[in-house]
């Protein structure tokens, strides 16, 4: 794809024009991780596409498609006063309509650097059933509450208090969640601060590299959720035939360390005789 592309001047210049929207997107959005993974699925599928003929019609689309996000990322209200923060839910575009959504806690983050930050927590039902949670997170302007961070309402994700930390050095911010069933996969937000503002932080690139480095015949198949004080984490492990439910192929503990606004996988340690089940 890459060879196919820079070769040629009209996928080229396609090409900058996705790169362009692909970044007004992740600026505007109050939800910028799910967008860079859906991006980065994007370029996998396409990687082995050397075809000019079909590349362009992959990227005519893809770009349609950025068009219209930004067309609703715009739409987004993005300021509230606090009596509206703490008694209406703030949106995203296209949230599903089925769910209700409340104000279920509203509370303040430490100052940083004279910014403050507070938050709200939603419960999303339906029915009288929770469907999930969410979190808000808002920065204290004198024109009022300026939404910064909402991750995107997808069912069955329950995100929790946000905090802040420290990590190696940088200064995090946390969402935290993770998403019901088998997997209990983690759905976290982590935003590190920089140069004044939060950047969002790639959280799950790395799980590729883990992947690649397990001993073969072994996969992941539930949720990892790392220390970001310690930068540690560890993981069960699974055989082809196990079951969801308990893996038998040991456990690893990893390392990670940060790589600009990234985080990578340092060091595995694997424990074959390791297991929790």
């Not at 938050?119 to 339906?126: F, V």
Request: with cysteine; charged share 30%.
């Amino acid at each position: 794809m890459e060879r196919t592309v820079c070769s040629n001047p009209k996928l080229s210049a396609m090409d900058d024009r996705l790169g362009e929207r692909f970044s007004s997107a992740l600026a505007l959005s109050p939800d910028p991780a799910p967008l860079r993974d859906e991006q980065r699925q994007w370029i996998e599928k396409e990687k082995t596409n050397s075809d000019p003929g079909r590349l362009a019609t992959v990227y005519f689309m893809q770009i349609g498609y950025f068009d219209r996000l930004l067309a609703r990322l715009k739409a987004v209200k993005r300021v509230f006063t606090e009596k509206d923060a703490r008694t209406l839910c703030p949106s995203m575009p296209d949230e599903s309509a089925d769910a209700a959504c409340k104000v279920t806690g509203f509370g303040t983050l430490p100052p940083l650097e004279g910014h403050t930050y507070v938050y709200s927590l939603l419960k999303y039902t339906s029915n009288g059933d929770v469907l999930g949670t969410g979190a808000a997170v808002f920065e204290r302007m004198s024109s009022g509450l300026k939404l910064l961070f909402l991750p995107d309402y997808d069912g069955a994700i329950f995100f929790d208090a946000p905090k802040i930390l420290r990590s190696d050095g940088r200064t995090v911010l946390c969402i935290y969640g993770s998403e019901s069933g088998t997997g209990n996969f983690n759905r976290e937000r982590l935003f590190a601060w920089r140069d004044s503002r939060w950047r969002d932080v790639d959280t799950t690139s790395w799980l590729d590299a883990l992947q690649r480095r397990l001993p073969k015949g072994l996969d992941v198949r539930k949720g990892i959720y790392p220390d970001y004080t310690r930068m540690t984490a560890q993981t069960d492990l699974w055989r082809k035939d196990d079951g969801e439910a308990c893996g038998t192929g040991g456990q690893a503990d990893l390392r990670l360390k940060w790589s600009g606004d990234r985080i990578v996988l340092d060091a595995l340690t694997f424990h074959p005789d390791r297991r929790d089940c």
